[in-house]
């Protein structure tokens, strides 16, 4: 086995299991909606059910399209990603982890799907009364991180390329 595939299943591993084993926790330790200070004003462990996708988007729409669309389109991006990741460079272990943390992230909520119809979000983020972000998990976290690191290495990519 390739470096780079090696490399996507340790980290998405990784990924999946923290993100498991917490949201396990949160499961089993915490009643719906309530909440612990972590941080006072800016950090709480919240168990929030969300039954859309991040941040609630498309929560309100009807359950069956909500239901087709999120067994679909997880397994899709994991195929997407494994697509890509065929063009990478073994040696290129930044664009290999970011890929494999959005795998990671895509495969921790989508587990959260299969099992319970929905995904289990804890971290809540917020400023005193003032501004509050849509509660999230370790498996949005590393999403958005890789789509983060993906952005930052395509644009220093064509940065070097244009001098």
Not at 87 to 95: A, T, Y
Request: aromatic share 14%; with cysteine; net charge neutral.
């Amino acid at each position: 086995m390739s470096r780079k595939y090696l490399l996507l299943l340790c980290f998405a591993g990784f990924i999946i299991a923290v993100d498991q084993l917490t949201k396990i926790y949160i499961h089993t330790q915490f009643q719906l909606h309530e909440s612990k200070t972590v941080i006072e004003n800016i950090f709480n462990i919240t168990y929030i059910r969300n039954f859309g996708a991040a941040f609630g988007f498309l929560s309100q729409t009807p359950s069956q399209f909500r239901e087709i669309f999120f067994l679909i389109m997880p397994p899709l991006a994991c195929l997407i990603i494994v697509y890509i990741l065929r063009g990478v460079e073994d040696k290129d272990s930044k664009q290999i982890l970011a890929l494999s943390a959005i795998f990671g992230g895509a495969l921790g909520n989508y587990i959260d799907r299969l099992q319970f119809h929905y995904v289990i979000d804890f971290i809540d983020v917020h400023f005193y009364d003032k501004y509050a972000w849509p509660a999230f998990n370790l498996a949005d976290s590393g999403i958005v991180c890789g789509v983060i690191a993906l952005m930052i290495i395509m644009l220093t990519e064509k940065k070097s390329a244009q001098l």
